[in-house]
T-cell receptor, first 116, second 110 residues
């Protein structure tokens, strides 16, 4: 299957700092990427849809000024958690759609964010 | 109403058992359907797509019932390594959203 690379895998940061997470499609171009958040023992929650060259579309209840998404190229989307707080601690996963006629969704390996 | 609903389980089965999961979706215009597998603290991985005619991949069989708006996953001869959470995913025709079920947890016991 297609490869989506996500970095970093783990981040520990102090409250108030900003954290950037990168998501790259390594062997295909992704016009659309998705960012999810998952709390322990809960399902994936879609945060936003990232479209190359345009503004991201955020799901209801997700603060766009807090979770900044940039999708400047067909292979890279970034999520920046600004002024992180302990309640932002979670597992963040990106994904990208691959394929022209049989679209499938492939995931990065996720980023575990812990805010102290 | 949620876009996709699944029984959260857990399903506790012995090795070698056959187990089936169902998933219902609310939007009759949904176009594509998938089963993903997620291990603890890992990213979801595509298990198989679900086609209208039903499809099989080894011990795994997926079926779609558009009239009743549900998809199913059947696992035969369960292995210990099948223990994971299985996610049902539904997407509309333009693939602009992928809706996930909350997942069904499977525990295969020796």
């Amino acid at each position: 299957g297609a490869v989506v690379s996500q970095h970093p895998s783990w981040v520990i940061c102090k409250s108030g700092t900003s954290v950037k997470i990168e998501c790259r499609s390594l062997d295909f171009q992704a016009t659309t990427m998705f960012w999810y958040r998952q709390f322990p023992k809960q399902s994936l929650m879609l945060m936003a849809t990232s479209n190359e060259g345009s503004k991201a579309t955020y799901e209801q209840g997700v603060e766009k000024d807090k979770f900044l998404i940039n999708h400047a190229s067909l292979t890279l989307s970034t999520l920046t958690v600004t002024s992180a707080h302990p309640e932002d601690s979670s597992f963040y996963i990106c994904s990208a759609v691959q394929g022209s006629f049989n679209e499938k969704l492939f995931f990065g390996s996720g980023t575990q964010l812990s805010v102290l | 109403r949620k876009e996709v609903e699944q029984d959260p389980g857990p399903f506790n089965v012995p090795e070698g058992a056959t187990v089936a999961f169902n998933c219902t979706y609310s939007n009759s215009a949904s176009q594509s359907f998938f089963w993903y597998r997620q291990d603890c603290r890992k990213e979801p991985k595509l298990l198989m797509s679900v086609y209208s005619s039903g499809n099989e991949d080894g011990r795994f069989t997926a079926q779609l019932n558009r009239a009743s708006q549900y998809i199913s996953l059947l696992i035969r001869d369960s292995k210990l390594s099948d223990s994971a959470t299985y996610l049902c995913v539904v997407t509309p025709y333009n693939f602009n959203k992928f809706y996930f079920g909350s997942g069904t947890k499977l525990n295969v016991k020796p």
